[in-house]
């Protein structure tokens, strides 16, 4: 009898693949979605009117105007939006920052803007404000649950909820100014 020629037998190996990518954890998906969901609240993205739509083709001659029984104008409201705004982004990023006295420093003197250019600068500060407190919370580096540093036990998140809570207030508020005006869709 001859010698069987033993050999082994054959492995049979998957072919190659490319290296995949980590799978990302269900904590980074949640806090993504978070992040986008906060982004739509900030924007007024839903079931209601947004900034723009409220104050968009306010005739100038209306940004003054009182309506009986009713303790603010359009102008006031948006200086209102726009100092309440930029007093929260700049609590929630500059531990030097020192609010307004409450409430006068939230408020404007006046009825009505001096002039159109004021009205379009509050327009664009507020907008502005808005994309920055946007960019605060879409950034992944900062953890929307930390206490602020500088704070009383505020978060991100708290502050971000609380710009789309008092602006959605506010601009239904405007809203119903510009009905009692008939000056709304």
């Given at each position: 009898?001859?010698?069987?020629?033993?050999?082994?037998?054959k492995?049979?190996?998957?072919?190659?693949?490319?290296p995949?990518?980590?799978?990302?954890?269900s904590?980074?998906?949640k806090?993504?979605?978070?992040?986008?969901?906060?982004?739509e609240?900030l924007?007024s993205?839903?079931?209601h009117?947004?900034?723009?739509?409220?104050?968009?083709?306010?005739?100038?001659g209306?940004?003054?105007a009182?309506?009986?029984?009713v303790?603010?104008t359009?102008?006031?409201?948006?200086e209102?939006?726009r100092l309440?705004?930029w007093?929260?982004?700049?609590f929630?990023?500059?531990?030097?920052?020192?609010?307004?006295?409450?409430?006068?420093?939230?408020?404007p003197?006046?009825d009505?803007?001096?002039n159109?250019?004021?009205?379009?600068?509050s327009?664009?500060?507020f907008?502005r404000d808005?994309a920055?407190?946007?960019?605060l919370?879409n950034?992944?580096s900062?953890?929307?649950?930390a206490?602020?540093?500088?704070g009383?036990?505020?978060?991100?998140l708290?502050?971000?909820?609380?710009?789309?809570d008092?602006n959605?207030?506010?601009v239904?508020?405007?809203i119903?100014?510009?009905?009692a005006?008939?000056a709304?869709k």
């Open positions: 009898m001859g010698t069987r020629m033993r050999t082994k037998p492995v049979k190996t998957k072919p190659k693949s490319k995949r990518a980590a799978k990302k954890s904590s980074d998906s806090d993504g979605a978070l992040r986008k969901h906060l982004i609240l924007r993205r839903g079931a009117a947004d900034f723009d739509e409220a104050i968009d083709g306010l005739p100038e209306l940004r003054g009182r309506v009986k029984e303790p603010f359009a102008w006031k409201l948006l209102h939006l309440a705004q007093d929260i982004l700049e929630s990023r500059n531990p030097k920052h020192k609010s307004p006295q409450w409430p006068e420093g939230y408020w003197e006046g009505a803007p001096p159109a250019a004021a009205w379009d600068a327009v664009a500060a907008r808005l920055e407190m946007e960019k919370v950034d992944p900062n953890d929307l649950f206490p602020i540093p500088h009383q036990g505020q978060t991100l708290r502050e971000a909820l609380l710009v789309a008092h959605s207030y506010h239904g508020q405007l119903l100014l510009r009905r005006l008939g709304w």
